[in-house]
C-alpha cells in the first residue's frame, strides 16, 4: 500500500461510511457566534487566539494544507455469489477469511451474542463493550435486531476485498431491507495467531466505507483554526 503526499485534499473519511467534519467546539462556536452579532465585520474576519502574539505580529492570514493519501485494495467478485449454509458453533472455523465470516454470519443468524463477540480480535472486543456500556445496548438488543434482518432470510457473500495486512468480506441479506431490497454488509478481518478474527482498528478507514466508488474523493477537515468555522474557511 503506497502513500503519496502530492499536493494537496483534504483525506476523507465515515461504519457499518461516514464523512467527518470538525469544526470548533460547542461552546467555542457559540462565543465566536456572539462576538460576530456584536461586530460590523464579517465573521471569517473575526480572529481569536489559543494565546495572543507576545509581540507585535501581523493580522492572521489563514491557510490550508491539503494532503493526498492513496489507499490501494484489490477485490474478487465471487461468481457466482455464495450461498450461506450457517454452521454451529462446535464446528465454525476461523482458518479462512471465508470460513470466518460464514462462523460469524452462523453466530447472528444463531442470535447467539455469546459467540459473535467471541470471534473478535481482544482490542475489538473491548472497544465494543465500552460502546454498549456508552449506549446502553445490551446484548437482549443486538439479537433483536439480529433477527430482524436475518431470520428466515438467505445470505450470500459476495465480493473479497484486500487491504494491507486486512481482509474485508462483503455479503448481503437477501430480502431484508426497507420495500424487499438486499441489506449490504461487510465483514472487517485481521489474522492473529493463525485465525481470522474481526478487528475494529478500521472502522472508519476508506477503504471499508467506500470501496465501492474507487477514485471518489472524500473529503474531512482535520483541524481548523481558532476563530475560524467550516462555512468561514478558506475553498479550493
Known amino acids: 500500500m503506497k502513500r503519496k503526499i502530492p499536493s494537496l485534499a483534504h ?3 465515515r461504519r457499518l461510511a461516514l464523512l467527518c467534519c470538525l469544526s470548533l467546539s460547542g461552546g467555542a462556536e457559540t462565543a465566536f457566534a456572539q462576538q460576530a452579532a456584536r461586530s460590523s465585520q464579517k465573521p471569517e474576519q473575526i480572529v481569536t487566539f489559543i494565546a495572543p502574539p ?3 505580529a501581523s493580522a ?10 492513496s489507499y490501494f485494495y484489490q477485490v474478487r467478485t465471487f461468481t457466482p455469489a455464495v450461498k450461506v449454509k450457517p454452521v454451529t458453533r462446535a464446528a465454525a472455523s476461523y482458518g479462512t477469511p471465508e470460513d470466518a465470516a460464514i462462523a460469524r ?3 447472528l443468524v444463531a442470535g447467539d451474542f455469546a459467540w459473535f463477540r467471541s470471534g473478535w480480535t481482544q482490542q475489538a472486543q473491548i472497544v465494543l463493550d465500552e460502546q454498549d456500556k456508552l449506549t446502553n445496548q445490551t446484548p437482549e438488543f443486538w439479537k433483536n435486531l439480529w433477527a430482524k434482518i436475518f431470520t428466515g432470510r438467505q445470505v450470500e457473500l459476495t465480493h473479497r476485498i484486500e487491504t494491507g495486512e486486512y481482509m ?9 431491507g426497507k420495500d424487499g431490497k438486499d441489506v449490504e454488509l461487510i465483514d472487517a478481518l485481521k489474522k492473529v495467531d493463525g485465525q481470522w478474527l474481526g478487528t475494529q482498528e478500521i472502522s472508519r478507514d476508506p477503504v471499508l466505507n467506500y470501496w465501492r466508488t474507487p477514485e471518489t474523493p472524500i ?4 483541524r ?11 475553498r479550493q
Open 168 to 176: 474485508l468480506i462483503a455479503y448481503r441479506v437477501l430480502g431484508a
Open 219 to 222: 473529503k474531512r477537515i482535520i
Open 54 to 56: 507576545a509581540f507585535p
Open 60 to 69: 492572521p492570514d489563514v491557510q490550508r494544507l491539503i494532503v493526498e493519501d
Open 11 to 13: 483525506l476523507p473519511l
Open 105 to 107: 454470519i452462523s453466530a
Open 224 to 234: 481548523m483554526a481558532p476563530g475560524v468555522t467550516v462555512e468561514s474557511a478558506p
